[in-house]
């Protein structure tokens, strides 16, 4: 038989890990799509009619098949030919035949699919991701939503230093702080403002990058951030400090549990103060999404909203003055 490429006039969407319900709801409250995916792949959803996501891209997507096609082949090396011919670049999204679709990874040029050390750079290369359906069958598209290897970046673990587990938070805003604006990292000599900071996941980060952070929460961070000589802690509700009490500082990060309502009003009054250069903020849901309310954020200049792979029922925006 050898080959056979069915060019699909759809589009497929991979979820964020076991988020397919978040997603389905954006779709439907944010969009006003009620459609349902003409076919289901594990995660990954094909709709037949690409024009309903036209001009759209779901947060809660994290990678997009643009240009799908099903490619029949009959042996492991028919497939991988066809993908190579096409690209370099191949990462695999599976839900059965885990076996095969491994060999066929081995076969393909090599990608890091392992988890990254922080800090990470993300190359700017295409990407594609592919899928077996069965053992002669996968669903696959070169164009894609991201550089990443099915769209997920994931960072090794250190179980014993950090005080909490938001510390892999702030990495990835980094680190697609960068992607997006070409931003280099908090470093020696620049100052951070960190709002809500408490236990001090976020400070660690910063702490260790060679940052200075002014640290303001209610309850003090942990012992030994406390103690760092690049920590600075203030016992204060951080919304109610105005940007000129704080001074000039390089970065302004907000993990605070609040309404979007309110972050949105002190987000605004940091970016026409003029005291920052770069922010990274966590847009807390409360119950239903607010989308109106989130597209304010969207509207404001040179910044981004994303959900990251560390978020849960949450978005993160990015600012670069």
Known sequence: MGITVTPLNGIAFLPFTEQSG???????????????????????LYFDDKSLFEGKTPYWARCIMYEPFILKFDSISDAVNHLKSIQRNWAPYQFTCFRRAELIQKKLPYINLKERHFPFTIPQTPMGLYTLIDEHTLIASATTSSFLPSGLVRFKEDHENPPSRAYLKVQESLTMHNLFFGTELPHE?????????????WTWVLVNLG????????????????KNPLVKFQAHDAFTLKPEEIGPVDWVFSDVICYPERLLKWINEWIQSGMTKNMICTIKMQGEIDWPLISQFTQIPNSKVIHLNYNKHELTWLWKA
């Open 22 to 44: 978040l997603f389905t709801s954006e779709i439907k409250n944010r969009f006003q799509i009620d459609s349902k995916p003409d076919k289901v792949y594990g995660e990954l």
């Open 189 to 201: 000599g620049q100052k951070c403002f960190e709002a809500g900071a408490c236990p001090g996941g």
């Open 211 to 226: 940052a200075e952070v002014y640290a303001v929460d209610r309850a003090e961070l942990s012992p030994e951030l406390m």
